[in-house]
């Protein structure tokens, strides 16, 4: 668990509210499930059950649903639907850890930073690794890109499907080809912390 007391707005988003707003966002496009599932290429069954609020999807496939709704995936973890004004695009989003919005599944805490900010083409978090070892996950994460990774405390080790694995220490740093099937294992006795941003 993170340290400090959490503020309303950084409770994680729910699997409920952020179900709520996929199912809006794909209503507004006048999507339907079948059409989203052949652009995200996930099954029906996956996007029905996680509009329901009866799963939380992982990071990699929130991104996939994000870029077949052509919606910044972070606005889906932030709290209300605050929307910036047409033509109005900020020069910076400024973000206090404390407050932002955080997501959580089975094997990761993840902190949404700059959500705010229109057409973002990195994907900045801080990311807490609950999972111990790769059979916690019923399959890897890929997505389009690259991805830079520093830890902040604790140990990690990262395992990549091509039997590839580079471990971590508080302060080292990797990059790596996103696209390549991977996840994040904690090998400190608490879960480790992470920054991540992905392109």
């Not at 496009?29 to 992982?58: C, D, F, W, Y």
């Not at 996939?64 to 052509?70: C, S």
């Not at 599944?105 to 973002?120: E, H, I, M, N, W």
């Amino acid at each position: 668990m993170l340290p400090g007391a959490r503020t309303a707005a950084a409770m994680p988003a729910g699997k409920h509210e952020v179900g709520a707003k996929l199912r809006k966002a794909r209503k507004e496009r006048g999507l339907t499930l079948q059409q989203v599932a052949e652009s995200s290429g996930l099954a029906v069954s996956t996007i029905s059950k996680a509009e329901r609020g009866q799963i939380a999807l992982s990071y990699e496939k929130v991104l996939m649903l994000g870029n077949a709704l052509d919606i910044d995936m972070t606005r889906l973890f932030m709290v209300g639907d605050a929307q910036q004004a047409a033509g109005d695009t900020p020069t910076v989003v400024k973000d206090c850890f404390e407050d932002v919005q955080r997501y959580e599944t089975d094997q990761y805490l993840y902190s949404v930073l700059c959500g705010a900010f229109p057409g973002k083409k990195m994907q900045p978090l801080v990311a807490v690794i609950n999972a111990r070892e790769a059979g916690e996950f019923s399959e890897t994460i890929r997505h389009a890109g690259q991805e830079f990774v520093m830890v902040l405390s604790g140990r990690v080790r990262i395992l990549f499907e091509n039997g590839e694995s580079v471990e971590l220490g508080r302060h080292e740093a990797a990059y790596f080809d996103s696209g390549v099937g991977h996840v994040y294992v904690s090998l400190s006795r608490q879960p480790a912390q992470v920054v991540s941003v992905c392109s």
